[in-house]
Antibody
Framework: EVQLLESGGGLVQPGGSLRLSCEVS????????MSWVRQAPGKGLEWVSS???????YHADFVKGRFTVSRDNSKNTLYLQMNSLRAEDTAVYYC??????????????WGQGTLVTVSS | EIVLTQSPGTLSLSPGERATLSCRAS???????LAWYQQKPGQAPRLLIY???NRATGIPDRISGSGSGTDFTLAISTLEPEDFAVYYC?????????FGGGTKVEIK
């Protein structure tokens, strides 16, 4: 059974940093691309960042230069380093699996999400 | 960026009725790289449909997708109690990947 378990969310002040983690099981992590998708309270879904099997990374324009996605295949874990956080980054962040090695395609499995709140 | 517009915003129906949800793209989504997701309150989204019309694993056949180009449809032939949720379309033809704003299917 595919499982994705996020952690690391919480309350942070504007301008602060946070690192999200996503530990996965039930599939061969190193073979698949992964992504982060976020959802602001009461709002829709928004793609944030992706990383391919070969470590190519992609970020949405609104997080470029502030967020960095990475992976540790030895730990079956995906990360999202978030710096210079803004109030508008407040959201539930979902870890998602992609159907293949590249970062195109759907989001075929989702974690339960971790809430990031940016507020003073 | 491809903008996806979903309609209606809210659909009020009774169990047993048919639901038809629309997703319109601002530019053509070639090769039908269009997916649908279902999200229930307090839960993560779940993939329902990929490639515009292919059901994901475990999705019942009362749920179907169709369309091409700029106009796509999700249909639920006979609404079950567990189908009342919010539905999102998503295109994966062009970067950045984008989602529609969602359609809420609520009990009338």
């Amino acid at each position: 059974e595919v499982q994705l378990l996020e952690s690391g969310g919480g309350l942070v002040q504007p301008g602060g940093s946070l690192r999200l983690s996503c530990e996965v099981s039930g599939f061969t992590f190193s073979n698949y691309a992964m992504s982060w998708v976020r959802q602001a309270p009461g709002k829709g879904l928004e793609w944030v960042s992706s990383i391919s099997r070969d470590d190519a990374t992609y970020h949405a324009d609104f997080v470029k230069g502030r967020f960095t996605v990475s992976r540790d295949n030895s730990k079956n874990t995906l990360y999202l380093q978030m710096n210079s956080l803004r109030a508008e980054d407040t959201a539930v962040y979902y870890c998602t699996k992609r159907p293949g090695a590249a970062t195109d395609g759907t989001f075929d499995y989702w974690g339960q999400g971790t809430l990031v709140t940016v507020s003073s | 960026e491809i903008v996806l517009t979903q309609s209606p915003g809210t659909l009020s129906l009774s169990p047993g009725e048919r639901a038809t949800l629309s997703c319109r793209a601002s530019h053509s989504v070639h090769s039908s790289f269009l997916a649908w997701y279902q999200q229930k309150p307090g839960q993560a989204p779940r993939l329902l449909i990929y490639g515009a019309s292919n059901r994901a694993t475990g999705i019942p056949d009362r749920i179907s997708g169709s369309g091409s180009g700029t106009d796509f449809t999700l249909a639920i032939s006979t609404l079950e109690p567990e189908d009342f949720a919010v539905y999102y379309c998503q295109q994966y033809y062009a970067s950045p990947l984008t989602f529609g704003g969602g359609t809420k299917v609520e009990i009338k």
